[in-house]
């Protein structure tokens, strides 16, 4: 089994910033792709960023500039840091691993998720 645990959400004013952290743990052998992804009431949950376990990252065109996303492969963590934060970005925020077991199986891991509040 393996479990990924976020952290570091919570209220913050527009333009204020926030960093997330999320930890996985259990059965790995290795981590592929960590990533990102955040769901607002009503609304469909969107891939936010991701990294490679080289360090090649991707983002949503809207936090770019803004947000940087990096991880510690030693520590099998993600982050992501957050900057100039809009209402707009209010969200629930999930990290998401493609973990490689010692049991040699693939798995699509997700955290519980931890929320982002902006006020204006």
């Known amino acids: 089994q393996v479990q990924l645990v976020e952290s570091g959400g919570g209220l913050v004013q527009a333009g204020g910033s926030l960093r997330l952290s999320c930890a996985a743990s259990g059965s790995i052998f290795s981590i592929r792709a960590m990533g990102w992804y955040r769901q607002a009431p009503g609304k469909q949950r969107e891939l936010v960023a991701d990294?490679?376990?080289?360090?090649?990252?991707n983002y949503v065109d809207s936090v770019k500039g803004r947000f940087t996303i990096s991880r510690d492969n030693a520590k099998n963590t993600v982050y992501l840091q957050m900057n100039v934060l809009k209402p707009e970005g209010t969200a629930g925020y999930y990290c998401?691993?493609?973990?490689?077991?010692?049991?040699?199986?693939?798995?699509?891991?997700w955290g519980q998720g931890t929320q982002v509040t902006v006020s204006s």
């Open positions: 998401n691993a493609d973990i490689l077991s010692r049991r040699y199986r693939w798995i699509k891991a």
């Open positions: 990294i490679t376990s080289g360090g090649i990252t």
